[in-house]
């Protein structure tokens, strides 16, 4: 709808319609909790979810463990700092169509 309206010209009017969405998305955090995605994803992507949750959460605690070490291989917490980012980025771009689809 948004596109449609920018498409036409109407570039206020297309805000207008983008605010009113996310704060419906907002409202309804607010009232039910998370939003679930599971719903609109396939088996064979809610495991590649998983996976690389799990890779996230397997590269988060290395991170964790080599900054307690004594001392702390810089080199290697600065590998893993950019790995989690990494992981973090695909993950959130591996959500973000389903997330939009459960906010339409």
């Known amino acids: 709808m948004?596109?449609?309206?920018?498409?036409?010209?109407?570039?206020?009017?297309?805000?207008?319609?983008?605010?009113?969405?996310?704060?419906?998305?907002?409202?309804?955090?607010?009232?039910?909790?998370?939003?679930?995605?599971?719903?609109?994803?396939?088996?064979?992507?809610?495991?590649?979810?998983?996976?690389l949750y799990g890779e996230l959460v397997s590269i988060n605690a290395r991170l964790r463990a080599e900054r307690m070490a004594q001392p702390p291989d810089a080199s290697r917490t600065t590998e893993l700092e950019n790995n989690s980012k990494m992981h973090g980025t695909h993950t959130k771009h591996f959500r973000q169509p389903f997330t939009q689809h459960t906010q339409n």
């Open 2 to 51: 948004v596109g449609s309206l920018i498409g036409e010209g109407k570039p206020t009017e297309a805000l207008a319609f983008a605010e009113r969405a996310k704060a419906r998305v907002l409202l309804d955090v607010i009232q039910n909790g998370r939003i679930s995605i599971d719903a609109s994803m396939s088996d064979k992507e809610q495991a590649e979810e998983r996976r």
